[in-house]
Protein backbone atom coordinates (compact mmCIF):
# COMPACT_ATOMS: atom_id res chain seq x y z
CA UNK A 1 0.00 0.00 0.00
CA UNK A 2 1.12 3.68 -1.00
CA UNK A 3 1.99 5.67 2.36
CA UNK A 4 1.76 9.42 3.14
CA UNK A 5 5.71 10.42 2.16
CA UNK A 6 7.58 13.27 4.30
CA UNK A 7 8.28 16.45 2.21
CA UNK A 8 11.13 17.33 2.56
CA UNK A 9 11.45 21.28 3.15
CA UNK A 10 14.41 23.55 2.70
CA UNK A 11 16.61 24.66 5.84
CA UNK A 12 16.04 27.76 7.22
CA UNK A 13 17.88 30.81 6.73
CA UNK A 14 20.01 32.26 10.09
CA UNK A 15 18.43 35.16 11.95
CA UNK A 16 19.70 38.32 11.67
CA UNK A 17 19.44 41.20 14.25
CA UNK A 18 16.63 39.73 15.41
CA UNK A 19 14.55 39.44 12.45
CA UNK A 20 13.95 36.23 11.00
CA UNK A 21 14.33 35.65 7.00
CA UNK A 22 12.25 32.93 5.97
CA UNK A 23 13.50 30.51 3.55
CA UNK A 24 13.90 30.96 -0.17
CA UNK A 25 12.72 34.53 0.98
CA UNK A 26 14.74 37.58 -1.62
CA UNK A 27 16.74 39.72 0.40
CA UNK A 28 15.84 42.86 -2.29
CA UNK A 29 11.93 42.11 -1.10
CA UNK A 30 12.91 42.04 2.97
CA UNK A 31 14.30 46.20 2.86
CA UNK A 32 13.79 46.34 6.47
CA UNK A 33 15.91 43.16 6.98
CA UNK A 34 18.40 44.73 4.38
CA UNK A 35 18.62 47.97 6.41
CA UNK A 36 19.36 46.41 9.56
CA UNK A 37 22.14 44.10 8.90
CA UNK A 38 25.14 44.24 10.84
CA UNK A 39 27.39 45.39 8.14
CA UNK A 40 25.41 48.86 7.68
CA UNK A 41 23.30 49.05 10.16
CA UNK A 42 21.17 52.54 10.70
CA UNK A 43 23.54 54.29 9.28
CA UNK A 44 22.87 53.05 6.18
CA UNK A 45 19.75 55.21 5.24
CA UNK A 46 22.08 58.15 6.32
CA UNK A 47 24.79 57.25 3.64
CA UNK A 48 21.83 56.85 0.73
CA UNK A 49 20.55 60.38 1.42
CA UNK A 50 24.08 61.48 1.03
CA UNK A 51 24.11 59.67 -2.13
CA UNK A 52 21.14 61.05 -3.45
CA UNK A 53 22.43 64.91 -2.47
CA UNK A 54 25.34 64.66 -4.75
CA UNK A 55 23.96 63.08 -7.27
CA UNK A 56 21.50 65.75 -7.63
CA UNK A 57 24.14 69.01 -7.03
CA UNK A 58 26.29 67.29 -9.86
CA UNK A 59 23.04 67.65 -12.22
CA UNK A 60 23.06 64.21 -13.10
CA UNK A 61 20.29 63.21 -14.54
CA UNK A 62 17.55 59.66 -14.02
CA UNK A 63 17.99 56.80 -16.37
CA UNK A 64 14.91 57.06 -17.96
CA UNK A 65 15.99 60.91 -19.94
CA UNK A 66 14.39 63.86 -20.33
CA UNK A 67 10.89 62.03 -20.92
CA UNK A 68 10.04 61.62 -17.11
CA UNK A 69 9.28 59.02 -15.44
CA UNK A 70 7.45 55.71 -16.63
CA UNK A 71 3.55 55.67 -16.41
CA UNK A 72 2.26 54.19 -13.11
CA UNK A 73 1.66 50.02 -13.49
CA UNK A 74 -1.77 50.38 -13.87
CA UNK A 75 -4.39 48.84 -10.61
CA UNK A 76 -5.64 44.97 -11.20
CA UNK A 77 -9.05 45.25 -12.51
CA UNK A 78 -11.59 43.53 -10.23
CA UNK A 79 -12.23 40.62 -13.03
CA UNK A 80 -8.19 39.88 -13.12
CA UNK A 81 -8.49 39.94 -9.74
CA UNK A 82 -10.93 37.38 -9.26
CA UNK A 83 -9.10 35.22 -12.05
CA UNK A 84 -6.27 35.20 -9.81
CA UNK A 85 -8.31 33.82 -7.11
CA UNK A 86 -9.57 31.04 -9.59
CA UNK A 87 -6.07 29.96 -10.35
CA UNK A 88 -5.62 25.93 -9.32
CA UNK A 89 -5.56 24.90 -5.98
CA UNK A 90 -3.02 23.21 -4.11
CA UNK A 91 -3.31 19.48 -3.27
CA UNK A 92 -5.97 18.69 -0.60
CA UNK A 93 -7.46 22.18 -1.18
CA UNK A 94 -10.63 22.76 -1.82
CA UNK A 95 -10.94 26.82 -2.17
CA UNK A 96 -8.84 29.63 -1.62
CA UNK A 97 -10.28 32.88 -0.26
CA UNK A 98 -8.96 36.82 -1.09
CA UNK A 99 -6.92 37.45 -3.47
CA UNK A 100 -3.44 35.93 -4.61
CA UNK A 101 -2.10 38.84 -6.38
CA UNK A 102 -0.17 39.33 -2.18
CA UNK A 103 -0.53 42.90 -1.03
CA UNK A 104 0.89 44.26 2.67
CA UNK A 105 1.21 41.92 5.34
CA UNK A 106 -1.63 44.29 7.51
CA UNK A 107 -4.30 42.88 5.09
CA UNK A 108 -2.92 39.20 6.19
CA UNK A 109 -4.91 37.09 8.10
CA UNK A 110 -3.88 36.31 11.85
CA UNK A 111 -7.11 34.99 12.99
CA UNK A 112 -9.74 32.39 11.95
CA UNK A 113 -12.81 30.37 13.43
CA UNK A 114 -15.61 28.30 11.90
CA UNK A 115 -19.18 28.84 11.91
CA UNK A 116 -20.62 26.00 13.69
CA UNK A 117 -22.24 24.51 10.39
CA UNK A 118 -18.72 25.09 8.61
CA UNK A 119 -20.30 27.05 5.77
CA UNK A 120 -18.77 30.71 7.12
CA UNK A 121 -15.45 31.53 7.93
CA UNK A 122 -14.52 34.78 9.94
CA UNK A 123 -10.78 36.18 9.16
CA UNK A 124 -9.58 39.31 11.00
CA UNK A 125 -6.22 41.09 9.97
CA UNK A 126 -3.90 43.67 11.33
CA UNK A 127 -5.91 46.69 9.43
CA UNK A 128 -8.49 46.20 12.16
CA UNK A 129 -10.91 44.37 9.33
CA UNK A 130 -13.09 41.36 9.93
CA UNK A 131 -14.62 39.81 7.04
CA UNK A 132 -16.92 36.89 6.64
CA UNK A 133 -16.75 34.60 3.51
CA UNK A 134 -19.12 31.80 2.10
CA UNK A 135 -16.54 28.72 1.91
CA UNK A 136 -18.09 27.13 -0.33
CA UNK A 137 -18.40 29.96 -3.11
CA UNK A 138 -15.50 30.73 -2.19
CA UNK A 139 -17.18 35.05 -2.13
CA UNK A 140 -17.03 37.78 0.69
CA UNK A 141 -20.12 38.18 2.64
CA UNK A 142 -19.29 40.96 5.01
CA UNK A 143 -16.57 42.90 5.44
CA UNK A 144 -16.96 44.46 9.36
CA UNK A 145 -14.63 47.58 9.85
CA UNK A 146 -16.39 48.68 13.31
CA UNK A 147 -13.33 48.45 15.65
CA UNK A 148 -10.64 51.36 15.96
CA UNK A 149 -8.11 49.06 17.31
CA UNK A 150 -6.67 45.70 16.13
CA UNK A 151 -9.02 42.68 16.89
CA UNK A 152 -8.12 40.34 18.84
CA UNK A 153 -10.52 37.76 19.69
CA UNK A 154 -13.47 36.26 17.28
CA UNK A 155 -16.17 33.92 18.20
CA UNK A 156 -19.23 32.60 16.70
CA UNK A 157 -22.49 32.41 18.83
CA UNK A 158 -23.76 28.16 18.83
CA UNK A 159 -26.68 28.58 16.43
CA UNK A 160 -24.14 30.94 14.21
CA UNK A 161 -26.24 34.28 13.70
CA UNK A 162 -23.58 36.09 15.89
CA UNK A 163 -20.19 36.81 15.46
CA UNK A 164 -18.32 38.22 18.29
CA UNK A 165 -15.12 40.46 18.10
CA UNK A 166 -13.55 42.08 20.62
CA UNK A 167 -10.51 44.73 20.84
CA UNK A 168 -8.32 46.30 23.37
CA UNK A 169 -5.92 49.36 23.43
CA UNK A 170 -7.64 52.23 21.91
CA UNK A 171 -10.91 50.53 21.64
CA UNK A 172 -11.69 48.44 24.61
CA UNK A 173 -14.84 46.87 23.13
CA UNK A 174 -16.90 43.54 22.45
CA UNK A 175 -19.07 44.11 19.72
CA UNK A 176 -21.78 40.85 18.40
CA UNK A 177 -22.33 41.40 14.04
CA UNK A 178 -24.77 39.68 11.99
CA UNK A 179 -22.73 37.39 10.11
CA UNK A 180 -24.65 37.54 6.85
CA UNK A 181 -24.71 41.26 6.68
CA UNK A 182 -22.07 42.79 8.95
CA UNK A 183 -24.50 44.77 10.91
CA UNK A 184 -23.80 45.55 14.68
CA UNK A 185 -25.94 43.91 17.10
CA UNK A 186 -24.81 44.19 20.59
CA UNK A 187 -22.18 46.31 22.05
CA UNK A 188 -20.58 45.82 25.02
CA UNK A 189 -17.99 48.30 26.62
CA UNK A 190 -14.64 46.55 27.91
CA UNK A 191 -12.09 44.93 25.91
CA UNK A 192 -11.02 41.35 25.64
CA UNK A 193 -8.19 39.28 24.28
CA UNK A 194 -10.29 36.25 24.18
CA UNK A 195 -13.66 35.96 24.02
CA UNK A 196 -16.16 32.39 23.44
CA UNK A 197 -19.85 31.93 23.93
CA UNK A 198 -21.58 29.90 26.70
CA UNK A 199 -22.98 27.05 25.63
CA UNK A 200 -27.02 28.50 25.54
CA UNK A 201 -25.16 31.47 23.44
CA UNK A 202 -27.02 33.87 26.08
CA UNK A 203 -23.45 35.04 27.68
CA UNK A 204 -20.02 36.04 26.53
CA UNK A 205 -17.40 34.82 28.42
CA UNK A 206 -13.87 37.45 28.03
CA UNK A 207 -10.59 37.21 29.32
CA UNK A 208 -8.99 40.86 29.23
CA UNK A 209 -5.00 41.65 30.86
CA UNK A 210 -6.46 40.93 34.09
CA UNK A 211 -9.82 39.09 34.76
CA UNK A 212 -12.71 36.94 33.63
CA UNK A 213 -15.60 37.90 32.95
CA UNK A 214 -19.60 37.11 31.86
CA UNK A 215 -20.95 39.42 29.93
CA UNK A 216 -24.81 38.62 29.49
CA UNK A 217 -26.23 39.91 25.88
CA UNK A 218 -28.90 41.15 28.33
CA UNK A 219 -27.72 42.02 31.80
CA UNK A 220 -25.08 43.38 34.16
CA UNK A 221 -21.46 42.09 33.54
CA UNK A 222 -20.04 39.67 36.05
CA UNK A 223 -16.32 39.24 37.34
CA UNK A 224 -15.49 35.51 37.66
CA UNK A 225 -11.68 35.43 38.69
CA UNK A 226 -9.01 37.90 38.80
CA UNK A 227 -5.55 36.20 37.23
CA UNK A 228 -2.16 37.16 38.01
CA UNK A 229 0.34 39.03 36.07
CA UNK A 230 0.73 37.51 32.48
CA UNK A 231 -0.63 37.81 28.50
CA UNK A 232 -4.00 35.60 28.23
CA UNK A 233 -2.59 33.02 25.86
CA UNK A 234 -6.16 30.21 25.29
CA UNK A 235 -9.36 29.66 26.84
CA UNK A 236 -10.79 26.37 27.26
CA UNK A 237 -13.74 25.72 24.46
CA UNK A 238 -16.01 25.35 27.57
CA UNK A 239 -14.68 28.61 29.01
CA UNK A 240 -13.59 26.12 32.53
CA UNK A 241 -10.32 27.11 32.40
CA UNK A 242 -7.52 29.68 30.92
CA UNK A 243 -3.73 29.90 30.66
CA UNK A 244 -1.45 32.79 31.43
CA UNK A 245 2.29 32.57 30.74
CA UNK A 246 3.61 33.84 33.66
CA UNK A 247 5.16 37.43 33.28
CA UNK A 248 7.50 36.76 35.91
CA UNK A 249 9.02 33.55 34.66
CA UNK A 250 9.06 33.63 30.71
CA UNK A 251 8.92 29.73 30.57
CA UNK A 252 6.12 28.95 33.12
CA UNK A 253 2.35 29.12 32.25
CA UNK A 254 -0.22 28.82 34.74
CA UNK A 255 -3.56 27.51 34.08
CA UNK A 256 -6.48 29.27 36.08
CA UNK A 257 -10.29 27.85 36.49
CA UNK A 258 -12.39 30.32 35.45
CA UNK A 259 -14.89 30.34 38.93
CA UNK A 260 -13.21 30.13 41.87
CA UNK A 261 -12.23 26.52 42.34
CA UNK A 262 -8.13 25.75 42.68
CA UNK A 263 -6.30 26.63 39.88
CA UNK A 264 -4.39 23.99 37.90
CA UNK A 265 -0.84 23.80 37.72
CA UNK A 266 1.92 25.75 36.41
CA UNK A 267 3.45 24.08 32.88
CA UNK A 268 6.59 24.39 32.11
CA UNK A 269 9.31 22.95 29.68
CA UNK A 270 9.54 25.14 26.67
CA UNK A 271 12.57 27.42 26.45
CA UNK A 272 11.01 30.72 24.79
CA UNK A 273 8.18 32.79 25.90
CA UNK A 274 4.95 31.50 24.47
CA UNK A 275 3.44 33.64 21.94
CA UNK A 276 -0.04 31.59 20.92
CA UNK A 277 -1.79 28.48 23.01
CA UNK A 278 -4.92 26.12 22.66
CA UNK A 279 -6.70 23.99 24.94
CA UNK A 280 -8.38 21.12 23.51
CA UNK A 281 -11.78 20.80 23.31
CA UNK A 282 -11.99 17.91 25.61
CA UNK A 283 -9.45 19.48 27.80
CA UNK A 284 -6.69 16.65 28.02
CA UNK A 285 -4.37 18.42 26.28
CA UNK A 286 -2.68 21.85 26.03
CA UNK A 287 -0.10 23.31 23.39
CA UNK A 288 1.84 26.15 22.79
CA UNK A 289 3.73 27.68 19.85
CA UNK A 290 7.29 29.66 21.21
CA UNK A 291 8.98 33.18 20.22
CA UNK A 292 10.87 31.86 17.41
CA UNK A 293 10.46 27.84 18.00
CA UNK A 294 10.17 25.19 15.08
CA UNK A 295 8.90 23.44 17.05
CA UNK A 296 5.22 23.00 19.24
CA UNK A 297 5.07 22.00 22.98
CA UNK A 298 2.61 19.72 24.23
CA UNK A 299 1.19 18.65 27.62
CA UNK A 300 -1.31 16.15 28.31
CA UNK A 301 -3.48 17.77 31.15
CA UNK A 302 -4.65 14.49 32.82
CA UNK A 303 -1.72 14.18 35.27
CA UNK A 304 -2.06 17.58 36.35
CA UNK A 305 -5.33 16.66 37.51
CA UNK A 306 -4.61 14.23 39.47
CA UNK A 307 -1.52 16.53 41.22
CA UNK A 308 1.49 15.49 39.20
CA UNK A 309 3.70 17.56 37.03
CA UNK A 310 2.48 17.57 33.76
CA UNK A 311 5.88 15.87 31.24
CA UNK A 312 5.86 18.63 28.15
CA UNK A 313 6.71 16.61 24.34
CA UNK A 314 7.53 18.02 21.73
CA UNK A 315 6.78 18.57 18.25
CA UNK A 316 9.62 18.67 15.54
CA UNK A 317 9.45 18.97 11.70
CA UNK A 318 8.79 22.54 10.89
CA UNK A 319 12.02 24.62 9.24
CA UNK A 320 11.18 27.88 10.62
CA UNK A 321 8.79 29.13 13.66
CA UNK A 322 6.01 27.89 14.54
CA UNK A 323 3.12 30.74 14.57
CA UNK A 324 -0.18 29.31 15.35
CA UNK A 325 -1.81 25.81 16.43
CA UNK A 326 -4.99 24.37 16.59
CA UNK A 327 -7.20 20.92 17.79
CA UNK A 328 -9.22 19.08 16.34
CA UNK A 329 -12.69 18.64 17.67
CA UNK A 330 -11.94 15.21 18.52
CA UNK A 331 -9.16 16.25 20.03
CA UNK A 332 -6.96 13.69 18.53
CA UNK A 333 -4.83 16.00 16.49
CA UNK A 334 -2.84 19.25 16.38
CA UNK A 335 -2.69 21.51 13.44
CA UNK A 336 0.54 23.81 13.29
CA UNK A 337 1.25 26.65 11.11
CA UNK A 338 4.60 27.85 10.71
CA UNK A 339 6.92 30.59 8.89
CA UNK A 340 8.04 27.56 6.43
CA UNK A 341 4.52 28.25 4.45
CA UNK A 342 3.24 24.55 5.34
CA UNK A 343 0.69 23.51 7.64
CA UNK A 344 0.88 20.35 9.74
CA UNK A 345 -1.08 17.97 11.36
CA UNK A 346 0.24 15.34 14.32
CA UNK A 347 -1.51 13.10 15.86
CA UNK A 348 -1.37 13.22 19.43
CA UNK A 349 -1.61 10.02 20.69
CA UNK A 350 2.28 9.42 19.05
CA UNK A 351 3.13 12.48 19.06
CA UNK A 352 3.53 12.28 15.16
CA UNK A 353 3.29 14.13 12.37
CA UNK A 354 0.01 12.42 9.55
CA UNK A 355 0.31 15.20 6.86
CA UNK A 356 1.87 18.54 5.21
CA UNK A 357 0.25 21.00 3.67
CA UNK A 358 1.80 23.22 1.05
CA UNK A 359 0.64 25.84 -0.96
CA UNK A 360 0.70 28.95 0.24
CA UNK A 361 2.91 31.71 -1.26
CA UNK A 362 4.39 32.90 2.28
CA UNK A 363 4.37 32.80 6.24
CA UNK A 364 1.20 31.02 7.75
CA UNK A 365 -0.04 32.53 10.80
CA UNK A 366 -2.81 31.12 11.45
CA UNK A 367 -4.94 27.65 11.75
CA UNK A 368 -8.78 26.91 12.73
CA UNK A 369 -10.55 23.16 12.52
CA UNK A 370 -14.22 23.39 11.33
CA UNK A 371 -16.75 21.86 14.00
CA UNK A 372 -16.80 18.92 12.24
CA UNK A 373 -13.04 18.42 11.71
CA UNK A 374 -13.27 17.77 7.96
CA UNK A 375 -12.44 21.30 6.62
CA UNK A 376 -9.04 23.17 8.03
CA UNK A 377 -8.42 26.70 7.35
CA UNK A 378 -5.00 28.49 7.15
CA UNK A 379 -4.25 32.09 6.43
CA UNK A 380 -1.01 33.65 4.94
CA UNK A 381 0.31 36.91 6.07
CA UNK A 382 3.22 37.81 4.32
CA UNK A 383 3.91 40.38 0.72
CA UNK A 384 3.53 37.23 -1.29
CA UNK A 385 0.19 35.88 0.13
CA UNK A 386 -2.38 37.41 2.27
CA UNK A 387 -5.26 34.39 1.24
CA UNK A 388 -6.91 31.89 3.16
CA UNK A 389 -7.01 28.36 1.76
CA UNK A 390 -9.42 26.20 3.15
CA UNK A 391 -8.50 21.96 2.81
CA UNK A 392 -10.18 19.01 2.91
CA UNK A 393 -8.96 17.10 6.39
CA UNK A 394 -9.56 13.81 5.72
CA UNK A 395 -8.24 13.69 2.12
CA UNK A 396 -4.61 14.82 3.25
CA UNK A 397 -4.57 12.60 5.94
CA UNK A 398 -5.73 9.58 4.78
CA UNK A 399 -3.81 9.24 1.41
CA UNK A 400 -4.62 5.77 0.51
CA UNK A 401 -7.29 4.94 -2.42
CA UNK A 402 -6.93 1.46 -2.67
CA UNK A 403 -9.71 -0.80 -1.57
CA UNK A 404 -9.99 -3.18 0.87
CA UNK A 405 -12.00 -5.20 -1.17
CA UNK A 406 -10.04 -5.86 -4.23
CA UNK A 407 -7.68 -8.06 -1.27
CA UNK A 408 -8.11 -11.72 -0.44
CA UNK A 409 -10.18 -12.10 2.68
CA UNK A 410 -7.39 -13.48 5.07
CA UNK A 411 -5.15 -10.17 3.50
CA UNK A 412 -7.90 -7.64 4.53
CA UNK A 413 -7.61 -9.10 8.41
CA UNK A 414 -4.12 -8.83 8.24
CA UNK A 415 -4.48 -5.09 6.85
CA UNK A 416 -6.96 -4.14 9.40
CA UNK A 417 -4.54 -4.86 11.66
CA UNK A 418 -1.93 -2.67 10.95
CA UNK A 419 -4.54 -0.14 12.48
CA UNK A 420 -2.90 -0.76 15.78
CA UNK A 421 1.10 0.01 14.07
CA UNK A 422 2.93 2.59 15.95
CA UNK A 423 3.45 4.40 12.74
CA UNK A 424 0.38 6.42 12.23
CA UNK A 425 1.55 6.46 8.61
CA UNK A 426 0.80 2.92 8.49
CA UNK A 427 -2.06 3.47 10.02
CA UNK A 428 -3.61 5.91 8.46
CA UNK A 429 -2.71 4.22 5.04
CA UNK A 430 -5.50 1.95 6.58
CA UNK A 431 -7.70 4.27 7.18
CA UNK A 432 -8.27 5.17 3.40
CA UNK A 433 -8.50 2.32 2.27
CA UNK A 434 -11.09 1.32 4.84
CA UNK A 435 -12.78 5.09 3.74
CA UNK A 436 -12.63 3.82 0.16
CA UNK A 437 -13.99 0.15 0.87
CA UNK A 438 -16.86 1.10 3.29
CA UNK A 439 -18.56 -2.18 3.86
CA UNK A 440 -15.88 -4.20 3.74
CA UNK A 441 -14.68 -2.23 6.59
CA UNK A 442 -17.91 -2.12 8.54
CA UNK A 443 -17.94 -5.85 8.21
CA UNK A 444 -14.63 -6.83 9.58
CA UNK A 445 -15.02 -3.53 12.51
CA UNK A 446 -18.01 -5.69 13.18
CA UNK A 447 -16.47 -9.08 13.10
CA UNK A 448 -13.59 -7.88 15.77
CA UNK A 449 -16.15 -6.24 17.97
CA UNK A 450 -18.31 -9.11 18.00
CA UNK A 451 -15.27 -10.86 19.51
CA UNK A 452 -14.71 -8.29 22.02
CA UNK A 453 -18.29 -8.00 23.00
CA UNK A 454 -18.29 -11.68 23.59
CA UNK A 455 -15.40 -11.60 25.86
CA UNK A 456 -17.47 -8.64 28.22
CA UNK A 457 -20.57 -9.25 27.36
CA UNK A 458 -23.25 -9.49 30.18
CA UNK A 459 -24.53 -12.91 29.43
CA UNK A 460 -20.98 -14.20 29.06
CA UNK A 461 -20.26 -12.40 32.33
CA UNK A 462 -22.87 -14.37 33.81
CA UNK A 463 -21.88 -17.75 32.24
CA UNK A 464 -18.46 -16.82 34.38
CA UNK A 465 -20.34 -16.29 37.72
CA UNK A 466 -21.71 -19.43 37.42
CA UNK A 467 -18.89 -21.42 36.88
CA UNK A 468 -17.50 -19.98 39.66
CA UNK A 469 -19.85 -22.85 41.69
CA UNK A 470 -18.48 -25.53 39.08
CA UNK A 471 -17.67 -28.63 40.52
CA UNK A 472 -14.15 -28.74 38.53
CA UNK A 473 -11.84 -26.53 40.40
CA UNK A 474 -9.78 -25.95 36.94
CA UNK A 475 -13.34 -24.22 35.58
CA UNK A 476 -13.89 -22.63 38.75
CA UNK A 477 -9.95 -20.96 38.48
CA UNK A 478 -10.86 -20.20 34.69
CA UNK A 479 -13.48 -18.14 35.41
CA UNK A 480 -11.68 -16.69 38.72
CA UNK A 481 -9.46 -15.46 36.42
CA UNK A 482 -11.23 -14.28 33.70
CA UNK A 483 -13.28 -12.29 35.80
CA UNK A 484 -10.24 -10.44 37.25
CA UNK A 485 -9.76 -9.27 34.10
CA UNK A 486 -12.84 -8.10 33.36
CA UNK A 487 -12.94 -6.50 36.78
CA UNK A 488 -14.47 -3.10 35.49
CA UNK A 489 -16.96 -4.13 33.35
CA UNK A 490 -18.79 -7.16 35.70
CA UNK A 491 -18.52 -4.43 38.44
CA UNK A 492 -22.81 -4.23 39.02
CA UNK A 493 -22.94 -8.09 38.46
CA UNK A 494 -20.09 -9.32 41.03
CA UNK A 495 -21.61 -6.99 43.66
CA UNK A 496 -25.50 -8.71 42.53
CA UNK A 497 -23.74 -12.09 42.78
CA UNK A 498 -22.07 -11.06 46.31
CA UNK A 499 -25.59 -10.33 47.53
CA UNK A 500 -28.13 -12.79 45.77
CA UNK A 501 -25.54 -15.95 45.63
CA UNK A 502 -26.49 -19.02 47.59
CA UNK A 503 -22.97 -20.40 47.70
CA UNK A 504 -20.39 -19.64 49.49
CA UNK A 505 -17.85 -20.76 47.18
CA UNK A 506 -19.55 -17.84 44.87
CA UNK A 507 -19.49 -15.56 47.69
CA UNK A 508 -15.66 -16.05 48.82
CA UNK A 509 -14.53 -15.53 45.21
CA UNK A 510 -16.41 -12.49 44.27
CA UNK A 511 -15.17 -10.79 47.72
CA UNK A 512 -12.06 -11.00 46.60
CA UNK A 513 -12.25 -10.29 43.19
CA UNK A 514 -13.70 -6.68 44.07
CA UNK A 515 -10.86 -6.49 45.73
CA UNK A 516 -9.21 -5.24 42.46
CA UNK A 517 -9.97 -2.05 42.00
CA UNK A 518 -12.75 -0.96 39.46
CA UNK A 519 -10.27 0.60 35.98
CA UNK A 520 -7.14 -1.61 37.02
CA UNK A 521 -7.66 -4.46 33.92
CA UNK A 522 -4.97 -4.76 32.23
CA UNK A 523 -6.75 -6.71 29.38
CA UNK A 524 -6.68 -3.56 27.42
CA UNK A 525 -2.87 -3.31 25.98
CA UNK A 526 -1.41 -0.43 24.14
CA UNK A 527 -1.63 -1.24 20.59
CA UNK A 528 -5.29 -2.74 21.42
CA UNK A 529 -6.35 0.77 22.50
CA UNK A 530 -4.40 2.18 19.61
CA UNK A 531 -6.64 -0.19 17.39
CA UNK A 532 -9.80 0.97 18.97
CA UNK A 533 -9.36 4.40 18.49
CA UNK A 534 -8.16 4.39 15.12
CA UNK A 535 -11.07 2.24 13.89
CA UNK A 536 -13.55 4.83 15.38
CA UNK A 537 -11.66 7.68 13.25
CA UNK A 538 -12.32 5.54 10.50
CA UNK A 539 -16.11 4.76 11.01
CA UNK A 540 -16.49 8.34 11.79
CA UNK A 541 -15.08 9.15 8.37
CA UNK A 542 -17.34 6.88 7.21
CA UNK A 543 -19.84 8.08 8.52
CA UNK A 544 -22.78 5.91 7.34
CA UNK A 545 -25.82 4.06 9.49
CA UNK A 546 -24.50 1.07 9.46
CA UNK A 547 -20.77 2.62 10.80
CA UNK A 548 -23.13 4.61 13.78
CA UNK A 549 -24.45 1.27 14.51
CA UNK A 550 -20.66 0.11 15.17
CA UNK A 551 -19.68 3.18 17.22
CA UNK A 552 -22.39 2.70 19.65
CA UNK A 553 -21.34 -1.10 20.26
CA UNK A 554 -18.08 1.14 20.85
CA UNK A 555 -19.63 3.83 22.83
CA UNK A 556 -21.43 1.22 25.34
CA UNK A 557 -17.94 -0.06 26.96
CA UNK A 558 -16.20 0.95 30.23
CA UNK A 559 -16.73 4.90 30.09
CA UNK A 560 -12.84 5.43 31.35
CA UNK A 561 -11.33 3.78 27.96
CA UNK A 562 -10.52 6.87 25.40
CA UNK A 563 -12.08 4.61 22.45
CA UNK A 564 -14.90 4.71 24.19
CA UNK A 565 -14.85 8.62 25.09
CA UNK A 566 -13.81 8.98 21.50
CA UNK A 567 -16.80 7.04 20.23
CA UNK A 568 -19.29 9.10 21.95
CA UNK A 569 -17.60 12.09 20.70
CA UNK A 570 -18.14 10.44 16.99
CA UNK A 571 -22.24 9.77 17.48
CA UNK A 572 -22.63 13.38 18.71
CA UNK A 573 -20.29 15.16 16.08
CA UNK A 574 -22.30 12.72 13.50
CA UNK A 575 -25.61 13.76 14.40
CA UNK A 576 -25.20 17.84 14.02
CA UNK A 577 -23.58 17.44 10.50
Known amino acids: MALPALINLPPPMPYNRGIYLKPNASRRSSPVAVLRNQQFGETFPCLMMLALALWVSLGIKPAWGDEGPPAAVPAIPVAAEKAQSAAPLPKHAVARLGSTAGGSPLLGVYGLVFSPDGRRLATRSADQIVRVWDVAGGRELAKIDGHKDRVLGMAFSPDGNLLATSSEGDDPAIRCWDPATGKLVHAIAGGARLISFTPDGKAIQAVDRTSIFSYPLAGEKQLLRRLGSGTALAMSSDGGAVAVSDSLS ?198 RLQGENATAGEEEIRRLLKQLDHDEFRIREEAHRRLLELRTEADTLLREALVNSPSAEVRHRVEKILKKPTGSSNRITDAERRWMTRAVLALEQIGTPEAQQQLKLIAAGPAHEPHVQDAVGALKRLGKS
Open 250 to 447: RTRIKLYRSADRPSLQSLRGHLSPPISGAFSPNSTWFAICADRSQEATVWNLQPVAAAAAAVPSTLSGHTAPVQALAFSPDSRHLATASWDKTVRIWELSTRQQVAVLEGHRDQVCSVAFSADGRQLASGAAGEGDTTTIVWNVPAAMFTSKEKLESFAPAEQTKILSLLSAEDPAVAYAVIGSMIAAPKVAIALVGK
